[in-house]
């Protein structure tokens, strides 16, 4: 199953709640602030050290007060998150995106991977057939 991961605004209102994060591939971020003092927003950069959005990266909107934003990671790898007004003071979110699927031999997912799989249903026909042959009989 995938998880929800939640990210707050840290204590000092200038900071998420993580700097990192270890996530799988499909799982989501909420991003959550309210009342806070100051506005934040969420903007997906290029690196992390960037304070330019990302071409067709997430994008919360404008700073507000209030505010929450879901983001459901469908690349793996590293992405890169900041609160634009406070990405200077450090307000960035750096998140590792792993495939659970990366490395595996996709052709044991199939179904003469099943070690048996033909052999146990052709034993079962044949033990009924003749469990229905002596009943006959």
């Known amino acids: 199953p995938n998880a929800m991961h939640q990210v707050t605004v840290g204590a000092n209102g200038i900071s998420f709640s993580e700097s990192d994060l270890n996530a799988r591939l499909g799982d989501s971020i909420c991003f959550y602030w309210q009342d806070e003092t100051m506005a934040h927003n969420v903007v997906q950069v290029d690196s992390a050290d960037s304070t330019t959005p990302k071409s067709g990266g997430y994008d919360s909107g404008e700073p507000s007060v209030n505010g929450s934003y879901i983001v459901i990671l469908v690349q793996s790898g590293s992405q890169h998150f900041i609160c634009e007004p406070h990405a200077a ?24 991977g099943v070690p048996g799989f033909t052999g146990v249903l052709g034993s079962l026909a044949l033990l009924g057939a003749a469990l229905a042959r002596a009943r006959r009989d």
């Open 89 to 112: 003071l450090g307000m960035r979110l750096t998140v590792t995106v792993t495939d659970p699927l990366a490395g595996l031999d996709t052709d044991v997912l199939v179904d003469e």
